[in-house]
């Protein structure tokens, strides 16, 4: 059974950038793996950030990341990163990173870790 564990996150200001980490135990992710980056603000829902295809590695961000945001994944490490450019208050939220191991949904979650950012 594999499990996501996530690093990283923390508090910053304006501007700042951060890296989370998302790294799979149990087993390797697969040919067919997909994962995904969600944040989730206090009581507000949880909304997509980005994604990037194991194999191949592309990506796709959401319209209020793209450009800002980055995805990028480690072969050797087993794990996915995403890079937190220019963030703003706005994006203050719980991230969690999950895969989709066969096209069904995305069913293994990372515990989630926050990021803060201050005006």
């Known amino acids: 059974q594999v499990q996501l564990v996530q690093s990283g996150g923390g508090r910053v200001q304006s501007g700042e950038s951060l890296r989370l980490s998302c790294a799979a135990s149990g087993r390797t992710f697969t040919t067919s793996s997909v994962v995904a980056w969600f944040r989730q603000a206090p009581g507000q829902e949880r909304e997509f950030v980005g994604r990037v295809k194991w194999t191949g590695g592309v990506t796709n961000y959401a319209d209020s990341v793209k450009g800002r945001f980055t995805i990028s994944r480690s072969n050797t490490k087993n794990t996915v990163y995403i890079y937190l450019n220019g963030l703003q208050p706005d994006d203050t939220a719980v991230y969690y990173c999950?895969?989709?191991?066969?096209?069904?949904?995305?069913?293994?979650w990372g515990q989630g870790t926050q990021v803060t950012v201050s005006s």
């Open positions: 999950a895969e989709d191991s066969d096209g069904r949904g995305y069913s293994v």
